[in-house]
């Protein structure tokens, strides 16, 4: 059974840093391209970034230059640190390999 566990979300003052972590278990990360996306209130879920199993990771342009993507295979966790936090980031963050997704965690940016 495939399960990705998110966690480290929370409220934040805008130009402040979250590290986000999703830890898998039932699936590899060393095979899988596992991305983040988010979903904030009225809008649809988008993407953030994504570390594949070969080549470079990807970011989507809002976040680029501030958010950073990294993988700890023996512990089968990805990490989305996010520094230069905007309102505008404020979402549920979802972690996703395949066609699992996690449960999400909260992230709110706000003074």
């Known amino acids: 059974q495939v399960q990705l566990v998110e966690s480290g979300g929370g409220l934040v003052q805008p130009g402040g840093s979250l590290r986000l972590s999703c830890a898998a278990s039932?699936?590899?990360?060393?095979?899988?391209?596992m991305g983040w996306y988010r979903q904030a209130p009225g809008k649809e879920r988008e993407f953030v970034a994504d570390?594949?199993?070969?080549?470079?990771?990807n970011y989507a342009d809002s976040v680029k230059g501030r958010f950073t993507v990294s993988r700890d295979i023996a512990k089968n966790t990805v990490s989305l640190q996010m520094n230069s936090l905007k309102p505008e980031d404020t979402a549920v963050y979802f972690c996703r390999v395949a066609k699992y997704w996690g449960q999400g965690t909260q992230v709110t940016v706000s003074p």
């Open positions: 570390f594949p199993t070969i080549g470079v990771t």
């Open positions: 039932g699936i590899s990360f060393r095979i899988n391209t």
